[in-house]
């Protein structure tokens, strides 16, 4: 379970409403304008111009409790600088490698914690990372002939994509070597691994069992297994249920089975 839904908005050449003045609220304008938004500093005039997004950057409580639910009434998503509770949206730490970026949020509960993962981030990410991005979008229509199935597509990525990978993105050659994963690409073998909990920790899990869980086309779960663990999984993979010993033929592709070794 996630408390907010991450979301990457485009707002270039749209205005958005930013209210206030001082350090936070020039902040909230940067930001916006790095975006290729348009700042509007008049509330009824942003509305006019159908602005979909506000921020309110005011010391006054209540002053910007008042003025986000008049925003929120004209049907916009508002932003309330230091007080998540006031907030439908929040704006997370950064990571820019364009066009790829990588958002690190607290929900609002902790911008320098968000601030200090995305510096460690920072230092982990090449700078090439955003032309490895660039090459592969190049590439899309030579891997959509290649490979006509959406599913053998991201398959086929996967194992390009993984640790140690012919495009493994933490490798800052990937980006030069696009063309001969094009040449030679295939689709890894069907695989069905098991994995058989030692703890309800999802840190406990091994980095292969990691691995597994967040590379698998689906997942095959006995009753039992915690939230926390599954919560390690991909989120758009199919998930079925089992009886506890049961066994699973999987349909095709890469499955894990999940059991509760508890």
């Given amino acids: 379970m996630i408390d907010t839904l991450p ?3 485009r707002i270039k050449g749209q205005p958005v409403i930013v209210l206030g003045t001082g350090d936070a609220a020039d902040a909230k304008r940067r930001l916006v304008e790095r975006a290729g938004g348009q ?15 506000a921020f309110v950057a005011y010391e006054d409580r209540e002053a910007a409790a008042a003025d986000a639910l008049r ?18 949206f929040t704006t997370p730490s950064i990571l ?17 914690l968000a601030k200090q993962l995305r510096l460690r981030l920072e230092a982990l990410l090449p ?26 597509r991201r398959r086929a990525l996967d194992v390009a994509l993984g640790q140690g990978g012919m495009l493994d993105p ?4 990937s980006a030069g070597r696009v063309d001969a994963f094009l040449a030679g690409a295939r689709l890894p073998d069907e695989t069905l691994a098991e994995i058989v909990l030692t703890s309800p920790d999802p840190d406990d899990l091994t980095l292969r069992q990691a691995r597994w869980l967040g590379g ?33 033929e999987a349909p095709g592709g890469v499955w894990v ?4 070794g508890g």
Avoid: W, Y
């Fill in 127 to 152: 700078e090439r990372l955003g032309a490895l991005a660039q090459a592969l979008g190049a590439a899309r229509t030579v891997l959509r002939r290649r490979f006509p199935d959406a599913a053998d």
């Fill in 216 to 248: 698998a086309d689906g997942i095959a779960v006995e009753e039992g297994v915690p939230d926390a663990v599954l919560a390690r999984a991909r989120a758009d993979a199919i998930r079925l249920k089992i009886a506890r010993g049961q066994g699973f």
């Fill in 71 to 88: 925003l929120r009434g004209a049907g916009l998503l508002v932003n309330v600088v230091d007080q998540p509770d006031l907030c439908d």
């Fill in 170 to 173: 933490l490798d800052d050659g």
């Fill in 7 to 9: 979301l990457f908005h």
């Fill in 39 to 53: 700042v509007f500093d008049d509330m009824q005039e942003g509305i006019d111009r159908c602005a979909r997004l």
């Fill in 96 to 112: 820019d490698r364009s066009p790829v970026l990588i958002a690190v949020g607290t929900g609002g509960v902790s911008a320098g």
């Fill in 257 to 260: 089975i999940v059991r509760n």
